[in-house]
């Protein structure tokens, strides 16, 4: 059986006691329905009756994910059918403040994560929940599935003395849980006073895949085309802590890596000799439209996932950055600050969420 999301019974599922408030609805393009309708329009089906549409909010890339690249800033406006507010929690404030919340007295968080700790997506439900503790404003998420599974698990844990907007608390790269379930931990181990709904999915098994829930996909943010890039992701997102390009710019980013001082035969021969499960990798070589390696012919790979139940995504690309560390000594470089709004440490720290593990796993030796 299909999946089905609580927003196609919204009336039914929505907390029976928040019924008539001012409601403010925190949205990107992949809040949608079975039917691909879109979850604006269903809450401006029930605006006036079953709440009153006040304000809403969109995380990184848009409310309508219309910034392409990342780490790109959008500034709210008005919107022209609704006369409401649209607040950016990606610009000045990547929290809302007490003026964002002013006419608000339930917020709504509608976002499809894609499993891994780098994702912003659940940040911003993080910070909406401690602004809305503080204000004392009931939180309502629609829970959603993880698309690459709530079994699997991978990567190092975060270490706190490490947060940034990548990371916020203590849960591994691929942290196996659903946006739902992120909210109940975060309920239970930061924001205990923070009055919580979740709005449950029917017949959604842990073990699902996003392509086994019958959901339709919608690109989560501009670079995250597919499946196949969530299922790459927990890993090749590290990528973007070198000056490596991971593919943005290409029509298969972080499926697709490489730069202008790699040998792309030398690289595939290696890291097809590791015999890592469930994955292939093919020379490749391309010219990045915008990004890193923008102009320039690249060479590298194209990720071949044979096997997605046994290939780890975060495994293999530690042996990638290690051949590449290793063998570019003068070309291969770690990025410098500033990386989301962390100005001092290495972006590839923060990522990691750790101070030792690229120097005990990384750069210490093949």
């Excluded at 500033?338 to 969420?353: H, N, R, S, T, V």
Aim: hydrophobic content about 40%.
């Amino acid at each position: 059986m299909s999946v089905k999301l609580a927003i196609s019974n919204f009336e039914k599922n929505f907390p029976f006691h928040l019924k008539g408030k001012r409601l403010g609805a925190v949205l990107h393009p992949a809040s949608i329905g079975e039917n691909f309708a879109h979850t604006l329009s269903y809450l401006k089906e029930f605006d006036g009756n079953l709440f009153h549409l006040s304000a809403l909010f969109g995380p990184q890339h848009g409310i309508k994910g219309h910034t392409q690249d990342n780490m790109i800033e959008w500034e709210g406006y008005t919107d022209p059918e609704l006369g409401i507010p649209v607040y950016s929690l990606y610009g000045e404030h990547r929290k809302p403040s007490p003026e964002m919340l002013k006419n608000v007295e339930v917020l709504f968080v509608d976002l499809q994560d894609v499993g891994a700790r780098y994702y912003t997506f659940i940040w911003t439900l993080f910070l909406c929940m401690e602004a809305c503790e503080k204000q004392g404003i009931p939180v309502v998420v629609l829970d959603r599935p993880n698309p690459i599974n709530c079994v699997d698990e991978e990567g190092p844990v975060l270490d706190l003395g490490y947060t940034s907007f990548v990371g916020l608390h203590s849960i591994p790269v691929r942290h196996g849980k659903t946006i739902g379930e992120l909210a109940r931990i975060f309920k239970a181990e930061r924001f205990p006073s923070c009055e919580l709904y979740v709005m449950e999915m029917e017949n959604y098994d842990k073990r699902m895949w996003f392509d086994e829930t019958g959901l339709p996909w919608v690109m989560p943010s501009p670079n995250m085309p597919t499946l196949d890039t969530a299922i790459v992701y927990p890993g090749m997102c590290l990528l973007e802590a070198t000056n490596v390009s991971e593919g943005r710019g290409t029509t298969r980013p972080f499926e697709i890596f490489g730069a202008p001082f790699i040998d792309a035969e030398k690289l595939c021969r290696y890291m097809n000799g590791l015999k890592l499960p469930g994955v292939l990798f093919r020379e490749n070589y391309f010219q990045p439209t915008f990004h890193k390696g923008a102009g320039s012919i690249c060479g590298g790979a194209q990720i071949h996932v044979l096997d997605r139940n046994v290939f780890r995504s975060f495994d293999m690309t530690i042996k990638l950055l290690q051949y590449l560390f290793h063998e570019y000594p003068n070309d291969f470089a770690w990025k410098a600050p500033p990386y989301e709004y962390e100005f001092e440490k290495l972006p590839i720290d923060i990522l990691l969420g750790s101070g030792t593990f690229r120097k005990e796993f990384i750069e210490s030796g093949l």
